[in-house]
């Protein structure tokens, strides 16, 4: 029991010496002439202070006090000094035995020392209008005339001593004069009109009536007592339904609300807004409900909006924009069907209209759109702003709704919140506060509580739209690096991860190779190679059965890597389509023994989605490959160079540098297809090309351009550098030993000639002409120099150099 505050203290000190000392001036004149009544008002008096005249639907301390008529009943058939003691025996017994709370003895004193002085200004009022306490007289108006006087005064001072009291205690239930004058006042009223239809009746009959009265008042009071239950009992019920449909209607908001928002509290924080503002409008407690349950429910057609719409993070596309816009319109339709005994559906249906009729779906403005909606939609579009920018969200709210006076919103509902801005932000941070935080999916279940079913159901929808956006990512890229890395940054927000990476099946060496991986010694993984069968990875590929929580060292391991790792735990999954293994996903944490079922599922649904898309990357990147590579050799072939070397032309053009092209031709090639066939041309080109790509620059390519024709491209290389180069080039192919048949000899050689950009030429197929040029000038040279008929040159190579066409690229 909490010690009264010092000035109430000082306070109650005050009344009781002031009461003390009116009793030391009064009592001892004090007489006792009628015993019997004395004794009989008194007990009725400590009796009746434990009964109040209760209403339906007050609490009993808000009832009529029986005593009140009873001390001014007193009053007027009583000595001062009796009627004094009957009104302290009064407040005694409330203290000590009707009180529901223990009271301070220094409290108890006061309250008797208050009744004193209530009495003593009622005897005052009675004797000042000519009434004789103890000598009622039997006239009605000469007796109640008096006992009227006598009522003003015990509500006066009776008032003025409970407020003082009030004030100096600082009690913090708001009450002031009115609300004090209005309980003091019933009982009084009703007090006095009982005190004076019982002193009229006694003074016309006789004290006999008292115990007769007694006993029907009494009966009469048990039996209003028992009909004040039955109609509180049928009142709680209607309230206790009232509150269970208000309940399954905030269930129904809050499922849809961590639908739409997971984690957010939104709608509670809007019904918090909305409720308080419709308070400050004073609306009628009926607007007042419809604007509260409004509030839980203006997001309630949402569960007509696609999912994927509700939790897209961008801004939305026109078609998306339209069905989200409908949703007002559509939770109105299902309000409608609900007779609710208050107006909800036309503010869900009008709570995104703005002032100025920019909003939808009707393009109300003004004082068209109902008040309830206006304050509604502050609450909704505030609580938006205040939720997009933590920490100071409130305050970046606050200035946004100055800005929105006028445009969005009601300039006097915009005005009528600043006002209670303070309230605003402490109900808004108490509700942060009773609010239990939502797991997101991607934290450790076994570190908190298994989560409610609010939770479950803000969980399943984020793991939906992250499967959502998986499963759109795929299609959007055609390399298997840029789809993994694309697929690896969704996938965190389900399954989090220190690391992820992308083995794929190697089926001619039956072995796993390392395509993609990120994060946490990604370089160290990038670098593993793992036959079917060995580590976790080998093993998953093997069974094609995910594995959870292995040791990721086991990889490291069976690929004889003397290197350590940081992670502790893994979860790998097979890639399998159409029946035939594509390789495994697997995921790494740092924490051991970190994963579980819930991860394993969204993993294996996402490697479901991601096996056919990873396939068709596989096969595009080999396609493409294939497209670009002469696939007897093994070079580059013609598409890739013209696209290489107009790349090359452009940042030598832009940086002032040279290229150097070298144009290559096998000599007598026809020669050796004549004699020894195909398939031994076909010999000699790859052994050609083995001993160019062998002797240039790694940054350097070279490419079969045509039938027994090589282009190597030189960047950055001069004319004299070309030219040193192309005579090296000559002579690694005069010593290669090839040899058509077993034991049969036969020396290779290649005619060469060189372009340099940009002195010879500025586009590529200058480049190529003048290279081409120069090439057949050097096989002329070379032939005139050889007189072997053996070694006679082609009838391809015999033509005039003057009508020699220039060759475009093929």
């Known amino acids: ?101 223990p009271q301070w003895l220094h409290d108890t004193i006061f309250h008797i020392a208050k009744a004193t002085l209530t009495v003593q200004a009622a005897i005052a009022g009675y004797v000042l209008l000519g009434g004789v306490p103890g000598q009622p007289v039997r006239d009605f108006l000469p007796m109640a005339q008096p006992l009227v006087a006598a009522a003003f005064l015990y509500f006066v001072v009776d008032g003025l001593l409970g407020l003082g009291h009030r004030l100096a205690a600082r009690a913090r239930n708001g009450e002031g004069w009115s609300q004090v004058a209005a309980a003091s006042g019933r009982s009084t009223i009703v007090g006095a009109a009982g005190a004076i239809m019982a002193t009229y009746a006694i003074g016309a009959s006789g004290f006999w009536l008292v115990p007769f009265t007694a006993t029907i008042l009494y009966v009469s009071y048990r039996m209003h007592g028992v009909y004040l239950a039955r109609i509180e009992n049928e009142r709680q019920q209607a309230q206790a339904l009232s509150e269970l449909h208000l309940s399954t209607l905030e269930a129904l908001a809050l499922a849809i609300d961590a639908k739409d928002r997971p984690g957010h509290n939104h709608i509670r924080r809007v019904q918090i807004f909305a409720t308080h503002l419709a308070r400050a409008f004073d609306l009628p407690l009926r607007d007042q409900q419809a604007i509260r349950t409004a509030a839980l429910l203006h997001d309630i057609g949402k569960l007509a909006v696609p999912e994927h719409i509700l939790a897209k993070p961008g801004p939305l596309t026109p078609e998306e924009a339209r069905k989200m816009n409908l949703h007002p319109q559509i939770g109105a339709e299902i309000i409608g069907g609900v007779p609710f005994p208050y107006p909800v559906a036309p503010l869900i249906l009008s709570h995104h209209e703005h002032w100025d009729g920019s909003g939808y779906p009707a393009g109300l403005r003004g004082e068209e759109i109902p008040l309830g909606a206006r304050i509604l939609a502050l609450a909704n579009m505030f609580d938006e702003r205040r939720s997009s920018a933590p920490g100071s969200g409130f305050d970046v709210a606050l200035s946004w709704l100055q800005e929105a006076a006028g445009r969005e919103l009601d300039p006097g509902v915009v005005h009528r919140f600043l006002q209670l801005a303070p309230q605003m932000r402490t109900a808004a941070q108490k509700s942060d506060l009773e609010a239990p935080r939502i797991r997101m999916s991607g934290e450790d279940a076994d570190a908190r509580p298994r989560p409610s079913v609010f939770e479950d159901i803000a969980l399943a929808h984020q793991e939906i739209y992250a499967l959502y956006q998986i499963a759109q ?45 990120t994060g946490v010694d990604s370089e160290l993984i990038q670098q593993l190679a793992l036959r079917i069968g060995s580590g976790l990875t080998g093993w998953v590929a093997a069974h094609r059965t995910p594995l959870l929580n292995a040791r990721p060292v086991a990889d490291l391991e069976a690929a004889g890597s003397p290197l350590g790792t940081d992670l502790e735990s ?112 076909d010999r000699a080109l790859r052994a050609v090309a083995d001993v160019l790509r062998d002797a240039i620059r790694p940054y350097d390519i070279c490419v079969r351009y045509a039938g027994d024709e090589f282009v190597v491209v030189l960047a950055g290389c001069g004319a004299e550098e070309a030219e040193q180069k192309r005579l090296e080039l000559k002579a690694a192919v005069n010593n290669v030993l090839f040899e058509p048949e077993p034991g049969n000899p036969w020396p290779l050689s290649l005619s060469a000639g060189v372009a340099v950009f940009p002195h010879d030429a500025r586009t590529y197929e200058s480049l190529i002409a003048s290279a081409d040029v120069r090439m057949y000038r050097d096989k002329h040279l070379r032939r005139e120099a050889d007189t072997d008929a053996e070694d006679a040159p082609g009838d391809e190579d015999m033509a005039d150099l003057s009508s020699t066409p220039v060759r475009k690229p093929h």
């Not at 005050?14 to 004149?29: H, S, Y």
């Not at 009832?63 to 009064?90: K, Q, R």
């Not at 056919?612 to 590579?629: C, G, K, M, P």
């Open 473 to 517: 990512t795929m299609g959007t890229s055609l390399g298997v690096a840029d789809t993994m890395g694309l697929i690896a940054s969704k996938l965190s927000s389900v399954v989090p991860f220190s690391a992820c990476a992308l083995f794929l099946h190697q089926e001619n060496g039956n072995t796993l190779v390392c395509r993609f991986a």
């Open 570 to 681: 893994a979860l790998v999954c097979p890639l399998v389509f159409d029946d035939r293994l594509i390789g495994t996903v697997g995921v790494y944490h740092t924490s051991p023994a970190f994963y579980h079922e819930d991860h394993q599922r969204l993993l294996e649904r996402v490697c479901e989605q991601a096996a056919a898309v990873i396939h068709n990357a596989v096969v595009f990147e080999q396609t493409q490959e294939d497209s670009l590579t002469d696939p007897l050799t093994g070079l580059p072939n013609t598409r890739f160079m013209t696209a290489h070397l107009e790349r090359e032309l452009s940042r030598s053009e832009r940086l002032g540098t040279e290229i150097s092209l070298i144009v290559l031709d096998l000599d007598a090639f026809k020669r050796i297809n004549d004699t020894f066939g195909h398939h031994v041309g």
């Open 1 to 101: 029991m909490p010690r009264p505050p010092a000035s109430a203290a000082a306070f109650a000190s005050a009344v009781i010496l002031l009461a003390g000392i009116t009793l030391a001036a009064g009592l001892p004149a004090a007489t006792f002439a009628q015993p019997w009544p004395f004794a009989s008002l008194l007990l009725v008096s400590s009796i009746a202070s434990a009964f109040r005249l209760g209403a339906v639907g007050t609490r009993d301390s808000s009832g009529v006090a029986i005593t009140n008529g009873v001390e001014l009943f007193a009053v007027a058939m009583l000595s001062p000094g009796e009627a004094t003691l009957v009104a302290m025996a009064g407040a005694f017994s409330q203290c000590a035995f009707a009180s529901r709370r």
